[in-house]
């Protein structure tokens, strides 16, 4: 089934979108049998949940950090993260910082964008994220590379503002790449689409979609939850 699901989803995307098997909640077992159909990019959101699946599956997986990411939780995912999607402070990227640091590593990461019309969704503001971007302490960073943008769309069967979402998300890193990383070949991503809305997110220029329940089947909660 998982390996069906997975080529099926694989079809519909062109090259220059990635697919992120998003395997939060689901056994190490769903993980291997996605492995063994050749999928190598996994997202977590718990960091204790994606280190433990770390430590029993195979090393040559990619790892991207989609969830709201605590502090004091940093420590369980750097020494073998690919990705943190989910940078939405300043705080949050300074203590990356430094645990990368202690690693010797330079992580990845994206900022995360509030681009749905739900209160709920974690995210920074364009003001936010420029006020980040022109701070010392941004400047300062030695272990944290930003490497594009994140968002989720409004949770709708309203496709059209679905769409536009997807769309303001692509302008902001548009006006980000001309304002801050015109140099950065590096700062190409826009990690958007879910499995109900990631046609639409590819249309728009998602270069990375993050898909759960398409691939693996349902989770055990009934209601979507963004954290
Ligand atoms: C759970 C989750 C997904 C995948 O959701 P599906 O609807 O199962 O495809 C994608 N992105 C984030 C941030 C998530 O938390």
């Not at 990356?96 to 690693?103: G, L, P, R, S, T």
């Not at 006020?131 to 309203?158: C, E, F, K, P």
């Not at 998300?169 to 140099?183: G, M, P």
């Amino acid at each position: 089934m998982i390996a069906d699901n997975l080529n099926k989803i694989r079809k519909t995307l062109p090259d220059t979108t990635r697919l992120i098997a998003v395997s939060k909640t689901k056994p190490v077992e769903d993980l291997k049998e996605a492995y063994d159909a050749g999928q190598r990019l996994f997202g977590e959101n718990k960091a204790q949940e994606m280190r433990d699946k770390h430590a029993v599956l195979p090393e040559d997986i990619e790892w991207h950090f989609i969830g709201h990411l605590q502090t004091n939780k940093i420590k369980y995912i750097i020494p073998y993260v690919s990705m943190i999607h989910s940078i939405d402070s300043l705080e949050l990227l300074q203590a990356v910082d430094k645990e990368a640091a202690k690693h010797n590593r330079v992580v990845d990461c994206l900022l995360q964008f509030h681009i749905a019309t739900e209160e709920t969704k974690f995210g920074l503001s364009m003001e936010e994220a420029e006020a980040l971007l022109q701070s010392d302490a941004y400047r300062q960073m030695q272990h944290v590379r930003i490497v594009g943008v994140m968002g989720m769309a409004t949770n709708t069967t309203d496709m059209d503002l679905v769409r536009s979402e997807f769309r303001h998300l692509k302008t902001i890193h548009t006006e980000l790449k001309q304002r801050y990383f015109a140099h950065s070949d590096a700062f190409k991503e826009v990690s958007m689409g879910m499995s109900h809305d990631y046609p639409i997110a590819v249309e728009e220029g998602s270069t990375m979609v993050r898909v759960g329940s398409s691939i693996f089947g349902a989770r055990q909660y009934g209601i979507k939850v963004n954290d």
